[in-house]
């Protein structure tokens, strides 16, 4: 009985791990390109009432039209999703990942999609920098580069991690942490949404290139992302998806 279970638990691990990752041409002919997302990052992916939208929603969706299918679209919390690409869940993810050596060992990114970093936000205006955090008590979303980044700086009193980078600005407003570190771009948009009243926006900390993942060595479907990625890019369709949300052109220069 406990061989069997053994075996059993063996051939799933197996399967799970031997399982090949979908290429392009099979994708192509399923027709359904499955991508994930978090839909917790505005304004790069997030939730319009019930409605999957943001930059990246319409990037990937501009992406798939060039490589001719549809995308079905699967939203989980941030720290779930380069996981599901090695067991096969989805094809995809596009979810403001940067591109790190760390994560280039277990998935395999596309050229970058935008190039942005992590900016501080605080109440107190003298809070701007990355030294100015010394002695701080700094928001970031788990599983960041933001909190890989503040974790190195010296003489941070403590980094408070939060599931959703939403909770760690809520952090801030009601005072519980001195500051935020987050994409400059998410900084932007909540300063000006309103509900950020009287946060203000510092300086970066790191800047970083962010790219869509597949799974590691799928590199058919890596190339065939690059490829699109390279048309949208000449045809204006990335300028005016750009422009609409983050009101100007983000591509790496
Ligand atoms: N750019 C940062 C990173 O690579 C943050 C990404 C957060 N993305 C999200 N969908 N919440 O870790």
């Given at each position: 009985m406990k061989l069997l279970s053994q075996l059993v638990v063996l051939t799933l691990f197996l399967t799970a791990t031997l399982s090949e990752a979908r290429t392009f041409e099979e994708i192509k002919k399923d027709g359904k390109f499955i991508v994930a997302t978090e839909g917790g990052f505005p304004p790069f992916n997030f939730y319009q009432g019930p409605k999957l939208t943001g930059f990246e929603v319409e990037i990937a969706e501009a992406l798939a039209k060039k490589m001719g299918v549809k995308i079905e679209w699967r939203a989980l919390a941030f720290d779930a999703l380069l996981a599901g690409l090695r067991q096969d869940r989805w094809d995809m993810v596009i979810a403001s990942f940067g591109i790190t050596p760390q994560r280039s060992k277990a998935v395999s990114f596309t050229d970058p999609h935008y190039c942005s970093g992590g900016v501080v936000v605080a109440k107190d205006p003298a809070v701007r920098t990355a030294q100015d955090l010394s002695g701080k008590v700094v928001a970031v979303q788990t599983g960041t580069t933001y909190l890989e980044s503040v974790q190195k700086l010296p003489g941070v009193k403590e980094v408070k991690n939060f599931p959703k980078d939403t909770d760690a600005r809520a952090a801030l407003m009601s005072g519980r942490v001195d500051a935020w570190v987050t994409d400059k771009f998410v900084a932007k948009a909540a300063l000006e949404?309103?509900?950020?009243?009287?946060l203000k926006l510092g300086d970066f900390v790191f800047i970083e290139q962010i790219a869509p993942a597949v799974k590691k060595g799928n590199t058919s479907l890596v190339e065939a992302i690059n490829k699109a990625l390279q048309e949208i890019m000449a045809d204006g369709t990335y300028e005016a998806i750009s422009k609409k949300y983050l009101k100007e052109d983000v591509r790496c220069r």
């Open positions: 949404s309103g509900a950020s009243a009287g």
